[in-house]
């Protein structure tokens, strides 16, 4: 299945292997911050609402 | 209805609300099947051998970093002529997505030079300018940090994105303005003499819809945070006065 990069394989796996990376580290901290504010506005929120 | 309706941003979260699970769904099937596709069912090159499936996070990471930092000159535009906040947030959200688009582009040109030009890195002018660019987007996002005053760091930010939209612009054509450097042209050119194969083409075209979507879902959720976020401090400062 894995195509034969051939003596390349290092500079294409690591290109991918950089990509993925810095791909899942933009989306995990965008999620986890979008997370993290909306409990902390909702918490204040509902503190002036009571 | 009118554009600038999603000025608010009670209704840009709303509609950004009802939108972003559709378009979180399409950037997961387009990234995968241009990613598969590129990497395990496309020939390699006659002359860069299996290099050629760099080009599959390269240039569409490259196209982006260019555009990111284009779409947040005109949200700065928006914010200097119309005062929306929402414009001034969108671009500040965009700004961490267009650097990491800009780390991608200039990390993979370097893995894929190395074994084509020999050298990792050199003061070429499309590469300089790309590596000016990211600069640029690290000194924006901190001039945003340094600032309290929102809207004086919106000012401030949208006059440095004004500035860096020549470094943007020249990142693109550096390449016809100097004819030199190790640099190819462009690799998405009609011309038939200049364009790639179709066989590296189509699955090209597919990430590249990829990841303009994925910069699409990052900036409608980060633009929600930073809404939030601004909300927030407005509502700890009057509590802080009362």
């Known amino acids: 299945m894995m195509p034969d990069l051939g003596k390349y394989a290092f500079a294409v796996l690591s290109s991918y292997g950089?990509?993925?990376?810095?791909?899942?580290v933009i989306v995990l901290v965008s999620v986890w911050r979008a997370r993290k504010v909306k409990t902390a506005l909702d918490e204040i929120e509902n503190r002036r609402g009571s | 209805m009118s554009f600038w309706e999603y000025a608010n941003p009670v209704k840009f979260i709303r509609t950004t609300d009802k939108v972003l699970p559709w378009v979180w769904a399409l950037t997961g099937i387009s990234l995968v099947t241009g990613l598969v596709w590129g990497f395990f069912f496309t020939p390699d090159d006659f002359r860069q051998g299996?290099?050629?499936?760099i080009i599959y996070i390269h240039v569409p990471s490259a196209l982006m970093a260019i555009n990111a930092w284009?779409?947040?000159?005109?949200?700065?535009?928006?914010?200097?002529?119309?005062?929306?906040?929402?414009?001034?947030?969108?671009?500040?959200a965009a700004a961490p997505v267009g650097a990491v688009m800009t780390l991608i582009a200039l990390a993979t040109g370097a893995f894929w030079g190395q074994p084509m030009w020999g050298t990792w890195w050199a003061w070429d002018p499309r590469l300089t300018s790309f590596l000016i660019l990211f600069l640029f987007y690290l000194g924006y996002m901190a001039l945003w940090e340094a600032i309290e005053n929102d809207d004086t760091a919106a000012d401030l930010t949208s006059i440095l994105c004004l500035v860096g939209s020549v470094f943007a612009i020249l990142s693109r054509y550096a390449v016809n303005f100097w004819n030199q450097g190790l640099h190819q042209g462009a690799?998405?050119?009609?011309?038939?003499?200049?364009n790639i194969s179709d066989v590296f083409w189509f699955p090209l075209l597919v990430c590249i819809a990829g990841f303009v979507l994925l910069f699409i879902a990052l900036v409608f959720l980060r633009t929600q945070t930073e809404i939030r976020a601004r909300r927030t401090r407005a509502l700890l400062a009057r509590e802080g006065q009362a």
């Open chain 1, 18 to 24: 950089v990509t993925i990376v810095l791909l899942a």
């Open chain 2, 70 to 92: 284009l779409m947040m000159l005109v949200a700065s535009l928006i914010w200097i002529v119309r005062r929306h906040h929402v414009s001034a947030l969108a671009a500040r």
């Open chain 2, 50 to 53: 299996s290099t050629v499936k």
């Open chain 2, 187 to 194: 690799t998405l050119s009609l011309d038939k003499e200049e």
